[in-house]
């Protein structure tokens, strides 16, 4: 029973540690977009903002043309459907 | 089946999520994490004492090029053929297994002579559909790459046929780059394909 359970547990671990290596851009993606300029310019990387920023999401939405490019990706994409 | 049930769940929504990354986005945040000055590969891989990564540059060869283009497709395409093995995989009947297990069967022969041929088809439509898919692959190198550093001794047969067929709207050459490309994936796949065919006759 001992060794079930010890086998078990490694399994487990190797799930934990491919989780970690599959899931780290995408945490990655979504930590730097709360970073301020110089904590992602900073050559020690910052793994959560201390200090989280919403300035980038404003940035990015007000731009004059950030509704036309969601509209046009919202009527390509219900028009097609590709899984790739 | 082997883990525990949230260790299932988590490495599961892990693969959804990466699954669901966008083409673009995902060689756009690999390309932040393997920079040579503030990227957080080097600094990782040095901390871990893998080895002095600081300031290591990823693009200088083009071996370390490509094989970082190799890492992101293969790290890109991982759900979809987890999730599909997976799924494969319940679809096991318990009572082989078992009948086998009593039969005396140790759990490596199990897997070679009942989980494998059951699982077979799916692992022929697996491997077709990933040569077809990443043979032609071009967002990935030629974005991660970049113009900068993309030279013909990088380039790949979707980055070629785009070069020659568009850049230089040489129509020709682009022209025949693709059906030789096709040929090639044809000649590629025709082993899984009429592996499969086999299996569909049997049925």
Redesign the interface.
Known sequence: MTSRVLRRGGWNAVGIVLFVVMVFPVFWMISTAFKTDDQINSLTPTWFSATPTLRHFGDAIHTPFFWTDVKNSLIIGSSSSRSR | M???GS??I??TS??V??WA?P?V??VQ??Y??TNF??G?VN?VLTELHVGNYFQHDWYATTFSQLGLVTALIV?GA???VAITIYAALSQVPGELVEAAEIDGARPWRVFLDVTLPILRPVLLILTSLSIL?DFGVFTQPYLLIGQAHLNPSNYLMGIYLFEEGYLKADYGRGAAISILMLLLVAAMSVFYVRRMVKIGDVD
């Open positions: 082997r883990v525990s260790v299932r988590l490495v892990g693969l999520l990466v990354m083409q986005v995902a945040v690999w932040w994490m000055q503030n957080v600094y790290w991982l759900p979809f898919w």
